[in-house]
T-cell receptor, first 111, second 114 residues
Framework: GENVEQHPSTLSVQEGDSAVIKCTYS??????FPWYKQELGKRPQLIIDIRSNVGEKKDQRIAVTLNKTAKHFSLHITETQPEDSAVYFCAAITGYIKTIFGAGTRLFVKA | DAGVIQSPRHEVTEMGQEVTLRCKPI?????LFWYRQTMMRGLELLIY????????DSGMPEDRFSAKMPNASFSTLKIQPSEPRDSAVYFC????????????FGQGTRLTVV
């Protein structure tokens, strides 16, 4: 069946450094790729998304890139801050609704 | 809008008891999802509804789990009988009926079955 693989499962960076999280998906029909951030004890919240007709999208310190040929997409966080510490989930959506989440990456930003 | 509202926030119950989780989606959203989150399995989609109709329940783990959506503003997820392995955080989410739209999550219900 369809799946989304996410790496790494844990990432520790020094404040100010960049963090990169990568996901690969299996369903070539997937056309929407959101990223969610989940702080400890809280709900997942959308931080950025990208659609299949776009290769890159940026929002301040956060950017996402998509390679449809290779079926992978990545989240880039620059100038990391302690408040970026959280679990990040990628997802791939096919058609309207079928959503497959990655397993999550726990990001630690050390001050 | 207050967002997706779930109740209770925390539930502790004994094995064998019935558990009912509740969700109120964002007004105007046509899709409602129930997810389960555990350390071992991450975020799993259990079931989703479109216009109150269950569309895909292939993620429901077994017959002990059931979900209903009697109207556009209310859904329940029921576990009967509950087991310790059902302990998890259960999230409800809703989204608009458009392609490629964000799912808004509720605060979740942390269920502990002892």
């Amino acid at each position: 069946g369809e799946n989304v693989e996410q790496h790494p499962s844990t990432l520790s960076v020094q404040e100010g450094d960049s963090a990169v999280i990568k996901c690969t998906y299996s369903d070539s029909a997937s056309n929407y790729f959101p990223w969610y951030k989940q702080e400890l004890g809280k709900r997942p919240q959308l931080i950025i998304d990208i659609r299949s007709n776009v290769g890159e999208k940026k929002d301040q310190r956060i950017a996402v890139t998509l390679n449809k040929t290779a079926k992978h997409f990545s989240l880039h966080i620059t100038e990391t801050q302690p408040e970026d510490s959280a679990v990040y989930f990628c997802a791939a959506i096919t058609g309207y609704i079928k959503t497959i989440f990655g397993a999550g990456t726990r990001l630690f930003v050390k001050a | 809008d207050a967002g997706v509202i779930q109740s209770p926030r925390h539930e502790v119950t004994e094995m064998g008891q019935e558990v009912t989780l509740r969700c109120k989606p964002i007004s105007g959203h046509d899709y409602l999802f129930w997810y389960r989150q555990t350390m071992m399995r991450g975020l799993e989609l259990l079931i989703y509804f479109n216009n109150n109709v269950p569309i895909d329940d292939s993620g429901m783990p077994e017959d002990r789990f059931s979900a209903k959506m009697p109207n556009a503003s209310f859904s329940t997820l029921k576990i009967q009988p509950s087991e310790p392995r059902d302990s998890a955080v259960y999230f409800c989410a809703s989204s608009l009926s458009q392609m490629n739209t964000e799912a808004f999550f509720g605060q979740g219900t942390r269920l502990t079955v002892v």
